[in-house]
């Protein structure tokens, strides 16, 4: 077997193709949150900071053009966003789980005919304790 054909048959394995399709998945719902964190959330948390932009947010230090920047406040932007990721990707996945536990539930088995009542067997242990 070729090395070609080798990597043809890895590359139509199902696993693959299933993590490629999540990764183009991925990639489209990455660009969602980020517009919802940077169009949406930062600005209504902005107006409520008292019109805050946080990716201006820096801390220099040193002077001129050698100045270190310290870009906090697009970090505090990033943190946020994948804080909504991790949350919307949790919440996917307690969909799944869910679902899946539903498909791995077993039938409920069928009941066994019903066997002798209470009285009925206390009726049984009395008839033998007369004929000893």
Same mark, same amino acid.
């Given at each position: 077997?070729?090395?070609?054909?080798?990597?043809?048959?890895?590359?139509?394995?199902?696993?693959?193709?299933?993590?490629?399709?999540?990764?183009?998945?991925?990639?489209?719902?990455?660009?969602?949150?980020?517009?919802?964190?940077?169009? $949406?959330?930062?600005?209504?948390?902005?107006?409520?900071?008292?019109? $805050?932009?946080?990716?201006?947010?820096?801390?220099?230090?040193?002077?001129?053009?050698?100045?270190?920047?310290?870009?906090?406040?697009?970090?505090?932007?990033? $943190?946020?966003?994948?804080?909504?990721?991790?949350?919307?990707?949790?919440?996917?996945?307690?969909?799944?789980?869910?679902?899946?536990?539903?498909?791995?539930?077993?039938?409920?088995?069928?009941?066994?005919?019903?066997?002798?009542?209470?009285?009925?067997?206390?009726?049984?242990?009395?008839?033998?304790?007369?004929?000893?």
């Amino acid at each position: 077997m070729g090395f070609i054909s080798e990597f043809k048959e890895f590359a139509m394995k199902g696993n693959v193709m299933d993590m490629a399709v999540g990764v183009i998945i991925g990639g489209a719902f990455g660009k969602i949150v980020s517009s919802l964190v940077d169009d $949406v959330l930062m600005p209504i948390i902005g107006m409520i900071t008292g019109n $805050v932009d946080f990716t201006g947010l820096v801390l220099k230090f040193g002077e001129g053009e050698g100045a270190a920047v310290l870009k906090y406040g697009q970090f505090i932007q990033n $943190v946020v966003d994948f804080l909504i990721v991790a949350f919307c990707i949790f919440l996917m996945l307690k969909g799944i789980n869910k679902l899946n536990r539903k498909k791995e539930e077993p039938a409920p088995e069928p009941e066994a005919p019903a066997g002798p009542t209470q009285e009925e067997l206390l009726a049984e242990i009395r008839d033998l304790l007369k004929q000893k």
